[in-house]
Structure formats: structure tokens, C-alpha cells
């Protein structure tokens, strides 16, 4: 299990131990987490796991793909540097303890 910290829209932490190597999206749509949708099912094609990723880990995950970021252009919230999509992020070891803020509104 890999301890990923979820900061809720409402700015409420939530910490949910997440099975190594399921995407960030499946463990907060498994644990009830607030502000993660996941309409597509992890598919990369909705936009509704948008999330913003600590940025002092960002060189830590794999760079985005050109659809991942195709499907960012189309979210709902902000753009900002740190967005990413919780679907296409796998947890490992190395990602123990990693932070992600989710926007107050995905679609």
C-alpha cells in the first residue's frame, strides 16, 4: 500500500492507503474521497480526475502523455502547471506520502 494524501475540495485532508501500482483515481473512488469522478473509468477520456500534484514531486511521475493532456485542455477547473489526470498516475513506493489537491469542481 502506498499512503497518498488527497486534500478534498473543501481543503479537508483525507489520507487513504492506496494499492501499489492502482491509478490515484481508483484509490480515491475506492476509499470515498471527495472531488474525483471518474466518469471514463480511468480511460483518460473525461477529465473528471483532474487534479493539481504537489509540485516539489512533480519530476517524480512519468511526464504526461499527448492525450492526457488533449483531455486536460478540456477540464473544467484551472489549468495550472501541476495539473495532471489521477488516472493515468500509478501508485508506487516512490510515491509514498504524495500530495494532490483536488479542484472544486470537475467535468
Request: contains cysteine.
Amino acid at each position: 500500500m502506498v499512503r497518498i494524501i488527497y486534500v478534498e475540495p473543501s481543503g479537508n485532508p483525507r489520507t487513504v492507503d492506496v494499492t501499489e501500482e492502482w491509478s490515484l483515481m481508483q484509490g480515491a473512488t475506492a476509499n470515498g474521497v471527495d472531488g474525483i469522478v471518474g466518469e471514463c473509468g480511468g480511460s483518460c477520456a473525461c477529465g473528471t480526475c483532474h487534479c493539481y500534484v504537489e509540485e516539489s514531486r512533480l519530476a517524480e511521475l512519468p511526464p504526461p502523455s499527448s492525450t492526457e493532456q488533449d483531455t486536460l485542455d478540456g477540464v473544467a477547473a484551472e489549468i495550472k502547471p501541476n495539473s495532471r489526470l489521477a488516472c493515468q498516475i500509478r501508485a508506487t513506493a516512490a510515491l509514498e506520502g504524495l500530495v494532490v489537491t483536488l479542484p472544486e469542481t470537475q467535468g
